[in-house]
Protein backbone atom coordinates (compact mmCIF):
# COMPACT_ATOMS: atom_id res chain seq x y z
CA UNK A 1 0.00 0.00 0.00
CA UNK A 2 1.50 3.29 -0.98
CA UNK A 3 2.08 5.62 2.04
CA UNK A 4 0.61 9.68 1.23
CA UNK A 5 3.16 12.21 0.64
CA UNK A 6 4.45 14.31 4.11
CA UNK A 7 3.84 18.05 4.11
CA UNK A 8 6.68 19.29 2.16
CA UNK A 9 9.59 20.79 3.73
CA UNK A 10 9.63 23.91 3.43
CA UNK A 11 5.60 24.36 4.39
CA UNK A 12 7.52 22.53 7.43
CA UNK A 13 9.91 24.76 7.69
CA UNK A 14 7.53 27.72 7.65
CA UNK A 15 5.26 26.62 9.92
CA UNK A 16 7.90 26.09 13.01
CA UNK A 17 9.38 29.50 12.07
CA UNK A 18 5.86 31.00 11.81
CA UNK A 19 5.39 29.08 15.58
CA UNK A 20 8.87 30.69 16.81
CA UNK A 21 7.84 33.81 15.69
CA UNK A 22 4.68 33.48 17.72
CA UNK A 23 6.23 32.86 20.56
CA UNK A 24 8.44 36.50 20.41
CA UNK A 25 5.90 38.56 19.51
CA UNK A 26 3.31 39.27 22.74
CA UNK A 27 0.43 40.11 20.74
CA UNK A 28 0.29 36.88 19.24
CA UNK A 29 -2.07 36.35 22.09
CA UNK A 30 -4.70 38.54 20.85
CA UNK A 31 -4.78 36.44 17.45
CA UNK A 32 -5.07 33.12 19.40
CA UNK A 33 -7.75 34.71 21.91
CA UNK A 34 -9.63 36.24 18.84
CA UNK A 35 -9.93 32.62 17.60
CA UNK A 36 -11.65 31.75 20.86
CA UNK A 37 -14.91 33.66 19.92
CA UNK A 38 -14.97 31.93 16.36
CA UNK A 39 -15.15 28.53 16.76
CA UNK A 40 -15.40 26.14 19.52
CA UNK A 41 -14.24 23.07 20.99
CA UNK A 42 -16.40 20.43 18.75
CA UNK A 43 -14.43 22.12 15.83
CA UNK A 44 -10.97 23.45 17.17
CA UNK A 45 -10.28 20.27 19.63
CA UNK A 46 -9.73 20.38 23.05
CA UNK A 47 -6.05 21.39 22.69
CA UNK A 48 -6.18 24.23 20.70
CA UNK A 49 -9.92 25.29 22.38
CA UNK A 50 -7.94 25.37 25.75
CA UNK A 51 -5.06 27.73 24.17
CA UNK A 52 -7.84 29.80 23.08
CA UNK A 53 -9.75 30.47 26.23
CA UNK A 54 -6.65 30.42 28.49
CA UNK A 55 -5.36 33.38 25.80
CA UNK A 56 -8.78 35.16 26.05
CA UNK A 57 -8.86 35.22 29.61
CA UNK A 58 -5.13 36.73 30.11
CA UNK A 59 -5.69 39.22 26.95
CA UNK A 60 -9.65 40.51 27.56
CA UNK A 61 -8.83 42.14 31.17
CA UNK A 62 -10.98 44.68 32.04
CA UNK A 63 -9.39 48.53 30.97
CA UNK A 64 -9.71 50.18 34.32
CA UNK A 65 -12.49 53.25 33.66
CA UNK A 66 -10.12 56.04 33.92
CA UNK A 67 -7.72 55.01 31.17
CA UNK A 68 -11.01 55.15 29.40
CA UNK A 69 -12.17 58.05 30.19
CA UNK A 70 -8.72 59.58 29.40
CA UNK A 71 -8.34 57.55 25.73
CA UNK A 72 -12.14 59.53 25.26
CA UNK A 73 -11.02 63.01 26.01
CA UNK A 74 -7.87 62.42 24.21
CA UNK A 75 -9.70 61.13 21.52
CA UNK A 76 -12.46 64.04 22.05
CA UNK A 77 -10.06 66.62 23.14
CA UNK A 78 -12.81 67.27 26.08
CA UNK A 79 -14.36 65.53 28.85
CA UNK A 80 -16.77 62.30 27.56
CA UNK A 81 -19.41 63.86 30.03
CA UNK A 82 -19.42 66.90 27.68
CA UNK A 83 -19.78 64.58 25.00
CA UNK A 84 -22.05 62.34 25.57
CA UNK A 85 -25.03 61.97 27.49
CA UNK A 86 -24.46 59.27 29.61
CA UNK A 87 -21.97 56.00 29.74
CA UNK A 88 -22.41 52.85 31.48
CA UNK A 89 -19.44 52.40 33.68
CA UNK A 90 -19.80 48.66 33.02
CA UNK A 91 -18.61 47.37 30.16
CA UNK A 92 -20.74 45.22 27.38
CA UNK A 93 -17.61 43.53 25.90
CA UNK A 94 -14.12 42.99 27.16
CA UNK A 95 -12.02 42.11 23.56
CA UNK A 96 -8.32 41.15 23.39
CA UNK A 97 -7.70 45.05 21.92
CA UNK A 98 -10.79 47.09 22.57
CA UNK A 99 -13.74 47.42 25.08
CA UNK A 100 -16.98 48.44 24.84
CA UNK A 101 -19.43 50.17 26.46
CA UNK A 102 -23.08 51.30 26.18
CA UNK A 103 -23.82 55.19 26.20
CA UNK A 104 -26.01 57.87 24.85
CA UNK A 105 -25.04 60.15 22.18
CA UNK A 106 -28.11 62.99 21.78
CA UNK A 107 -30.71 61.27 22.39
CA UNK A 108 -29.38 57.70 21.02
CA UNK A 109 -28.67 54.64 22.55
CA UNK A 110 -25.39 54.01 21.32
CA UNK A 111 -21.79 51.62 21.23
CA UNK A 112 -18.64 53.11 22.05
CA UNK A 113 -15.33 50.77 21.49
CA UNK A 114 -12.35 52.22 22.60
CA UNK A 115 -9.19 50.60 21.95
CA UNK A 116 -6.72 49.29 24.68
CA UNK A 117 -4.34 52.07 25.67
CA UNK A 118 -0.40 50.56 24.48
CA UNK A 119 -2.07 47.42 21.87
CA UNK A 120 -1.21 49.75 18.61
CA UNK A 121 2.57 50.28 19.55
CA UNK A 122 2.89 46.86 20.83
CA UNK A 123 1.35 45.49 17.61
CA UNK A 124 3.93 48.32 15.49
CA UNK A 125 6.84 46.73 17.06
CA UNK A 126 5.78 42.68 16.86
CA UNK A 127 4.81 43.58 13.17
CA UNK A 128 8.27 44.60 12.63
CA UNK A 129 9.05 40.50 12.70
CA UNK A 130 6.89 39.78 9.89
CA UNK A 131 10.20 40.56 7.78
CA UNK A 132 11.51 37.13 8.93
CA UNK A 133 9.27 35.19 7.26
CA UNK A 134 9.85 36.46 3.83
CA UNK A 135 12.27 33.75 2.70
CA UNK A 136 10.30 31.16 4.44
CA UNK A 137 7.18 31.88 3.04
CA UNK A 138 8.98 32.31 -0.80
CA UNK A 139 10.08 28.94 -0.43
CA UNK A 140 7.18 26.92 0.38
CA UNK A 141 5.01 29.12 -1.51
CA UNK A 142 6.87 29.88 -4.52
CA UNK A 143 4.71 31.51 -6.79
CA UNK A 144 3.27 33.33 -4.33
CA UNK A 145 4.11 36.65 -3.98
CA UNK A 146 5.33 36.71 0.00
CA UNK A 147 6.28 40.71 -0.02
CA UNK A 148 3.28 41.63 -1.29
CA UNK A 149 1.37 39.64 1.21
CA UNK A 150 3.25 40.20 4.34
CA UNK A 151 3.17 44.01 3.12
CA UNK A 152 -1.04 43.25 3.13
CA UNK A 153 -0.54 41.73 6.47
CA UNK A 154 0.80 44.60 8.09
CA UNK A 155 -1.22 47.39 6.80
CA UNK A 156 -4.36 44.92 7.57
CA UNK A 157 -3.03 44.36 10.84
CA UNK A 158 -2.94 48.08 11.64
CA UNK A 159 -6.34 48.92 9.86
CA UNK A 160 -7.81 46.76 12.53
CA UNK A 161 -7.08 48.69 15.35
CA UNK A 162 -7.88 52.53 13.41
CA UNK A 163 -11.03 52.72 14.69
CA UNK A 164 -11.88 55.78 12.58
CA UNK A 165 -10.88 54.07 9.08
CA UNK A 166 -13.21 51.18 10.86
CA UNK A 167 -16.08 53.58 11.28
CA UNK A 168 -15.53 55.29 7.52
CA UNK A 169 -15.65 51.72 5.98
CA UNK A 170 -18.32 50.78 7.84
CA UNK A 171 -20.16 53.27 6.43
CA UNK A 172 -19.64 52.08 2.99
CA UNK A 173 -20.64 48.83 3.71
CA UNK A 174 -23.89 49.94 4.94
CA UNK A 175 -24.82 51.85 2.09
CA UNK A 176 -23.91 48.64 -0.37
CA UNK A 177 -26.02 46.07 2.38
CA UNK A 178 -29.36 49.00 1.84
CA UNK A 179 -31.17 46.45 -0.52
CA UNK A 180 -29.77 43.26 1.40
CA UNK A 181 -33.44 42.08 2.96
CA UNK A 182 -33.48 40.78 6.32
CA UNK A 183 -30.08 42.61 7.64
CA UNK A 184 -28.97 46.30 9.00
CA UNK A 185 -26.04 47.49 9.62
CA UNK A 186 -25.70 50.03 12.77
CA UNK A 187 -24.89 53.69 11.88
CA UNK A 188 -21.15 54.48 12.72
CA UNK A 189 -21.23 58.14 14.12
CA UNK A 190 -18.92 59.63 12.11
CA UNK A 191 -18.39 63.12 14.03
CA UNK A 192 -16.85 61.01 17.27
CA UNK A 193 -14.94 58.57 15.32
CA UNK A 194 -11.00 58.95 16.30
CA UNK A 195 -8.18 56.68 15.83
CA UNK A 196 -8.75 54.98 19.31
CA UNK A 197 -12.46 55.12 19.53
CA UNK A 198 -15.86 53.73 17.34
CA UNK A 199 -19.12 55.02 18.12
CA UNK A 200 -22.22 52.90 16.50
CA UNK A 201 -26.09 52.74 16.69
CA UNK A 202 -26.53 49.91 19.52
CA UNK A 203 -27.77 47.25 18.26
CA UNK A 204 -30.66 45.72 20.64
CA UNK A 205 -30.79 41.78 21.06
CA UNK A 206 -28.91 38.61 21.36
CA UNK A 207 -25.49 37.64 19.21
CA UNK A 208 -24.93 34.44 18.12
CA UNK A 209 -22.28 33.82 20.60
CA UNK A 210 -24.72 34.72 23.22
CA UNK A 211 -27.32 32.07 22.26
CA UNK A 212 -29.80 34.51 20.03
CA UNK A 213 -31.11 32.51 17.11
CA UNK A 214 -33.02 33.63 14.07
CA UNK A 215 -36.84 32.25 13.66
CA UNK A 216 -35.64 30.96 10.25
CA UNK A 217 -31.73 29.76 10.53
CA UNK A 218 -31.91 29.05 6.47
CA UNK A 219 -33.63 32.35 5.61
CA UNK A 220 -30.56 33.71 8.32
CA UNK A 221 -27.88 31.89 6.19
CA UNK A 222 -29.16 33.36 2.56
CA UNK A 223 -29.16 36.65 3.99
CA UNK A 224 -25.74 36.49 5.53
CA UNK A 225 -24.27 35.54 2.40
CA UNK A 226 -25.69 38.13 -0.30
CA UNK A 227 -24.41 40.55 2.69
CA UNK A 228 -21.06 39.53 2.57
CA UNK A 229 -21.42 39.79 -1.14
CA UNK A 230 -23.05 43.06 -1.54
CA UNK A 231 -20.25 44.24 0.54
CA UNK A 232 -17.54 42.98 -1.69
CA UNK A 233 -19.03 43.94 -5.41
CA UNK A 234 -20.73 46.65 -4.39
CA UNK A 235 -18.80 48.64 -1.83
CA UNK A 236 -15.49 46.91 -3.08
CA UNK A 237 -14.79 46.13 0.52
CA UNK A 238 -14.28 42.48 2.04
CA UNK A 239 -14.83 42.42 5.69
CA UNK A 240 -12.42 40.16 6.70
CA UNK A 241 -13.37 39.15 10.74
CA UNK A 242 -17.48 37.93 10.45
CA UNK A 243 -17.72 36.21 13.81
CA UNK A 244 -20.55 35.23 15.72
CA UNK A 245 -19.92 37.78 18.64
CA UNK A 246 -20.95 40.00 15.54
CA UNK A 247 -24.37 39.03 14.25
CA UNK A 248 -26.95 40.25 16.67
CA UNK A 249 -30.63 38.39 16.34
CA UNK A 250 -32.83 41.95 17.16
CA UNK A 251 -36.10 41.54 18.04
CA UNK A 252 -37.66 42.42 14.79
CA UNK A 253 -35.84 39.15 13.33
CA UNK A 254 -33.46 41.15 11.29
CA UNK A 255 -29.61 40.36 11.71
CA UNK A 256 -27.87 43.33 12.23
CA UNK A 257 -24.02 43.19 11.49
CA UNK A 258 -21.21 44.43 13.60
CA UNK A 259 -17.46 45.31 13.06
CA UNK A 260 -18.19 45.29 9.29
CA UNK A 261 -15.74 48.40 8.98
CA UNK A 262 -12.63 45.81 9.72
CA UNK A 263 -12.64 45.23 5.68
CA UNK A 264 -10.18 44.90 2.97
CA UNK A 265 -10.34 46.68 -0.29
CA UNK A 266 -10.65 44.55 -3.08
CA UNK A 267 -10.84 44.60 -7.00
CA UNK A 268 -14.77 44.66 -8.03
CA UNK A 269 -14.15 42.52 -11.02
CA UNK A 270 -11.89 39.65 -9.26
CA UNK A 271 -14.05 39.50 -6.11
CA UNK A 272 -16.67 38.89 -8.55
CA UNK A 273 -14.66 36.12 -10.71
CA UNK A 274 -13.86 34.82 -7.10
CA UNK A 275 -17.88 34.39 -6.19
CA UNK A 276 -18.56 32.77 -9.14
CA UNK A 277 -15.80 30.50 -8.37
CA UNK A 278 -17.42 29.73 -5.37
CA UNK A 279 -20.40 29.40 -6.98
CA UNK A 280 -19.10 26.71 -9.80
CA UNK A 281 -17.10 24.60 -6.56
CA UNK A 282 -21.12 24.58 -5.10
CA UNK A 283 -22.43 23.17 -8.23
CA UNK A 284 -19.56 21.11 -9.20
CA UNK A 285 -19.02 22.37 -12.14
CA UNK A 286 -15.06 21.72 -13.29
CA UNK A 287 -15.26 23.56 -16.84
CA UNK A 288 -16.39 26.56 -14.55
CA UNK A 289 -14.20 26.36 -11.54
CA UNK A 290 -11.17 25.87 -14.18
CA UNK A 291 -11.82 29.07 -16.25
CA UNK A 292 -12.29 30.87 -13.16
CA UNK A 293 -8.99 29.70 -11.91
CA UNK A 294 -7.21 30.05 -14.36
CA UNK A 295 -8.71 33.42 -15.75
CA UNK A 296 -7.55 34.82 -12.47
CA UNK A 297 -3.84 33.67 -12.82
CA UNK A 298 -4.47 31.42 -9.87
CA UNK A 299 -3.81 28.25 -11.15
CA UNK A 300 -3.28 26.18 -14.20
CA UNK A 301 -6.13 24.64 -15.39
CA UNK A 302 -5.02 21.27 -14.61
CA UNK A 303 -4.40 22.36 -10.52
CA UNK A 304 -7.85 23.85 -11.01
CA UNK A 305 -9.60 20.73 -11.69
CA UNK A 306 -7.48 18.83 -8.52
CA UNK A 307 -8.83 21.55 -6.46
CA UNK A 308 -12.35 21.42 -7.14
CA UNK A 309 -11.99 17.48 -6.42
CA UNK A 310 -10.03 17.80 -3.42
CA UNK A 311 -12.39 21.12 -2.11
CA UNK A 312 -15.67 18.77 -3.09
CA UNK A 313 -14.32 15.92 -1.09
CA UNK A 314 -13.35 17.98 1.75
CA UNK A 315 -16.78 19.60 1.98
CA UNK A 316 -18.21 16.44 1.82
CA UNK A 317 -22.23 16.24 2.32
CA UNK A 318 -22.31 19.69 2.72
CA UNK A 319 -21.88 20.49 -1.21
CA UNK A 320 -23.72 17.46 -2.14
CA UNK A 321 -27.59 18.24 -3.76
CA UNK A 322 -30.08 18.03 -0.60
CA UNK A 323 -30.32 19.21 2.79
CA UNK A 324 -27.79 19.50 5.17
CA UNK A 325 -27.38 20.47 8.57
CA UNK A 326 -24.48 22.45 9.54
CA UNK A 327 -23.40 22.90 12.69
CA UNK A 328 -20.36 22.61 14.80
CA UNK A 329 -20.11 18.62 14.59
CA UNK A 330 -20.27 19.00 10.85
CA UNK A 331 -18.09 21.86 10.96
CA UNK A 332 -15.64 20.00 12.87
CA UNK A 333 -15.95 16.51 10.46
CA UNK A 334 -14.87 19.15 7.56
CA UNK A 335 -12.31 20.03 9.39
CA UNK A 336 -11.03 16.83 10.19
CA UNK A 337 -11.12 16.13 6.58
CA UNK A 338 -9.18 19.07 5.76
CA UNK A 339 -6.18 17.83 8.37
CA UNK A 340 -6.71 14.37 6.39
CA UNK A 341 -5.76 16.17 2.99
CA UNK A 342 -2.82 18.79 4.41
CA UNK A 343 -0.04 16.70 1.90
CA UNK A 344 -2.70 17.62 -0.84
CA UNK A 345 -3.79 20.90 0.22
CA UNK A 346 -0.44 21.60 0.83
CA UNK A 347 0.74 20.94 -3.18
CA UNK A 348 -1.99 22.73 -4.63
CA UNK A 349 -0.90 26.06 -2.35
CA UNK A 350 2.24 25.76 -3.65
CA UNK A 351 1.32 25.82 -7.40
CA UNK A 352 -1.30 28.99 -6.74
CA UNK A 353 -0.50 32.31 -7.24
CA UNK A 354 -3.19 34.24 -4.96
CA UNK A 355 -2.73 37.70 -4.72
CA UNK A 356 -4.21 39.69 -1.41
CA UNK A 357 -6.89 40.10 -2.29
CA UNK A 358 -7.50 36.58 -2.91
CA UNK A 359 -6.26 35.95 0.43
CA UNK A 360 -8.80 38.60 1.87
CA UNK A 361 -11.57 37.02 0.16
CA UNK A 362 -10.53 33.63 1.56
CA UNK A 363 -10.62 34.66 5.27
CA UNK A 364 -14.17 36.46 4.72
CA UNK A 365 -15.11 32.53 3.38
CA UNK A 366 -13.56 30.98 5.89
CA UNK A 367 -14.81 32.56 9.02
CA UNK A 368 -17.86 33.53 7.00
CA UNK A 369 -18.70 29.69 7.31
CA UNK A 370 -17.62 29.54 10.60
CA UNK A 371 -20.63 32.26 11.67
CA UNK A 372 -23.28 30.34 9.71
CA UNK A 373 -22.25 26.96 11.32
CA UNK A 374 -24.10 28.81 14.31
CA UNK A 375 -27.00 29.32 13.10
CA UNK A 376 -27.60 25.54 13.09
CA UNK A 377 -29.67 25.78 9.72
CA UNK A 378 -30.76 22.85 7.43
CA UNK A 379 -30.57 23.92 3.86
CA UNK A 380 -29.19 22.70 0.53
CA UNK A 381 -25.49 24.51 1.17
CA UNK A 382 -24.92 23.41 -2.75
CA UNK A 383 -27.81 26.09 -3.70
CA UNK A 384 -26.78 28.68 -0.90
CA UNK A 385 -23.91 30.58 -3.35
CA UNK A 386 -22.70 33.57 -3.70
CA UNK A 387 -24.88 33.88 -6.16
CA UNK A 388 -28.07 33.38 -4.11
CA UNK A 389 -30.39 36.35 -2.78
CA UNK A 390 -28.85 38.06 -5.97
Not at 290 to 301: H, I
Request: negative net charge; hydrophobic residues 50%.
Amino acid sequence: MATRSPIPGTVASLLATGRALLGQAPTAQIALARLDGVLGEDVLGPTLAGEAAAAAEATCVPIDPGAIERELRAAWRRPAARVLDDLDPEPLAVRPASQVHRATFAGEAVAVKVRRPGVERAMRADLALLGSLAGPLHAAFPRLDAEAALSSAREQALDELDFEHEASQQRRVARALRAVPGVVVPRAVLELAAPEVLVTAFAEGATLADGGRPADPAAAARALVAAFRAACLDAGLAPVDPRPSHVVVTPAGELALLGLGVARPVDRARAARALDGWDALARGDADAFAAVAAGQELLDEADARAALALLRGIGGPLLTTGPQRLDGTALGSLLRRARGAAPELAALAQAGRPTPDDLALGRMAAQLVAVLARLEATADWSAIGPRDGA
